[in-house]
């Protein structure tokens, strides 16, 4: 009699499901705001693997993220092919995907003005939660505090980085700006300022008055939300 232990136990694929829930059937059916996170995911990757069909094998990682999108979209290349079921291929999908969607919604020609804090969170947030170092960045601003452009200028490890304010200062004025922000991103989720980040507001207010340059805001960046100096009367 043969020994059957060991044997991969096989799951039924997508292509065995009933037609109504099939992904890609149903978002047909019913519209893609109909289907599950895992199922939007399954229909990129196509197929999972012989123990685990497409949807099981997406629900399974996303259960690994406590079911958080934000946690998901700053997995990388290294972390996804590390699951049985995704290559090289269907993890450059996953990351081709999640590239678009944020370049749709960080789009510059949506801008027009400066003029608070969170005008200026909701420009870089989508370009700065899902980091896992800190990272810095400049927003250059017209007269009229209309966006001119943003810049990263620093980069650093996972609790500080070093910025040097005549960098900052050297972009806004390649812009012909005359106003300008600084937000870095804390990625412990923490929006509150260290003396490190005091210090560094007082050095670039310094420079910028020192220039004649209108320094409008410091901003702390979290997926969750910022801290303003300006708004927090720090500044």
């Known amino acids: ?7 991969i136990k096989r799951h ?15 978002a047909m059916r ?20 012989p123990e685990e069909d497409a949807v099981s094998l997406m629900q399974r990682i996303l259960d690994e993220q406590d079911n958080n999108l934000d946690l998901f979209c700053r997995l990388g290349y290294e972390d996804l092919i590390q699951y049985k079921g995704i290559g090289p291929a269907k993890a450059i999908t996953i990351l081709a995907a999640t590239e678009l969607a944020t370049r749709r919604t960080s789009d510059d020609s949506l801008v027009k003005t400066c003029d608070n804090a969170r ?4 420009i870089l947030f989508k370009k700065m939660r899902d980091l896992t170092t800190e990272v810095c960045y400049v927003v250059a601003m017209d007269q ?23 960098v900052a200062l050297r972009y806004a004025l390649s812009k012909n700006a005359v106003a300008m922000a600084l937000a870095h ?15 560094l507001t007082m050095k670039v207010k ?30």
């Open 12 to 26: 039924k694929s997508i292509q065995d499901w009933s037609a109504e829930t099939r992904p890609r059937e149903k």
């Open 1 to 7: 009699m043969a020994d059957n232990a060991g044997k």
């Open 144 to 166: 009229r505090l209309h966006y001119l452009g943003d810049k990263q200028i620093a980069s650093g490890g996972y609790t500080a980085t070093i910025v040097d304010p005549r």
């Open 30 to 49: 019913l519209g893609t705001t109909a289907l599950t996170d895992a199922e939007l995911l399954a229909i990129l990757i196509g197929s999972g693997s």
């Open 119 to 122: 005008a200026i969170y909701d």
């Open 185 to 199: 991103n804390h990625p412990s989720g923490t929006l509150r300022p260290s003396r490190e980040d005091d210090g």
């Open 206 to 235: 310094q420079a910028c008055d020192a220039v004649g340059i209108r320094f409008v805001d410091h901003l702390i960046v979290t997926g969750k939300g910022y801290y303003s100096y300006r708004e927090n009367d720090k500044l």
